[in-house]
């Protein structure tokens, strides 16, 4: 079993600063790719941010140079410092991870509960 949390949301006001933790756990033999995804009220899910288990990353045009994706290895962790936020940054932040299970075949994508962030103008 593998399991993602995610910690970290809540409310801030605009301009302010959040950090985003996501925690994977279980039979994990390593993670290739690990991103952020949001989900505001009424609209499709979307793409924040990934990063590549060598490091590579990539950002939504939306959140390039406010928001900085990073991970520890060691600790199948996924961050997303999020800065300077705005109002339109408000939505359900979860997190994905393509995990290479014990005994599996292939990698399999998991995803978090999600995490609220409200942004407050």
């Known amino acids: 079993q593998v399991q993602l949390v995610e910690s970290g949301g809540g409310l801030v006001q605009a301009g302010g600063s959040l950090r985003l933790s996501c925690a994977a756990s279980?039979?994990?033999?390593?993670?290739?790719?690990m991103g952020w995804y949001r989900q505001a009220p009424g609209k499709q899910r979307e793409l924040v941010a990934y990063?590549?288990?060598?490091?590579?990353?990539n950002y939504a045009d939306s959140v390039k140079g406010r928001f900085t994706i990073s991970r520890d290895n060691a600790k199948n962790t996924v961050y997303l410092q999020m800065n300077s936020l705005k109002p339109e940054d408000t939505a359900v932040y979860y997190c994905?991870?393509?995990?290479?299970?014990?005994?599996?075949?292939?990698?399999?994508?998991?995803w978090g509960q999600g995490t609220q962030v409200t942004v407050s103008s």
């Open positions: 994905n991870a393509d995990v290479y299970e014990q005994w599996a075949v292939r990698p399999y994508d998991y």
């Open positions: 279980g039979s994990i033999v390593s993670i290739n790719a």
């Open positions: 990063i590549t288990s060598g490091g590579s990353t």
